[in-house]
């Protein structure tokens, strides 16, 4: 499989959510709609220091990351993010890669938005058993 690529948008979550509680018009809203590699190899969702600065987004811990060949480094980790894609969102934190790095989406926030890649097409797609609302498991929970 090649590589995959999809336009998705990127707004501060604390931003975000100060739109909801009604303390900044939406206008001060940072926003950015990035076309990103897509990896559900990769877990975590990694933006780059140009995206972390225009979007505004806080440092607030670092992870150690072991890389493809078996190193480890260490990545900042972001304040919250609200990722849309289509009909589906999700909030996430994401590690910051140095510089203008190519951005990535990775399995935690495509599992949470419930999308896929699309083999034939090549694409990132909304999951067609599911085309108007995200599902996610909940296996070992019974209601009643």
Known sequence: M?????????INGDDWSDLRRKRIP????????VNMNV????????INEN???QLGLEIVEVRRAQLADGSFIE??????IEVRFANRRCTT?????PGSTQPLLGAIPMEDMDVLIHPAKQELVVHPEH?????????????G
């Open 75 to 80: 990545l900042p980790v972001t304040s919250p």
């Open 2 to 10: 090649g590589l995959v690529h999809a336009d998705i948008e990127l």
């Open 26 to 33: 939406e206008s001060e809203v940072r926003r950015m709609t």
């Open 51 to 53: 995206i972390q600065g």
């Open 93 to 97: 934190q994401a590690v910051v890669l």
């Open 39 to 46: 990896d559900s190899g990769a877990l975590m969702m990694a």
């Open 131 to 143: 085309p108007y609302l995200a599902q996610f498991a909940m296996r070992g929970f019974r209601v």
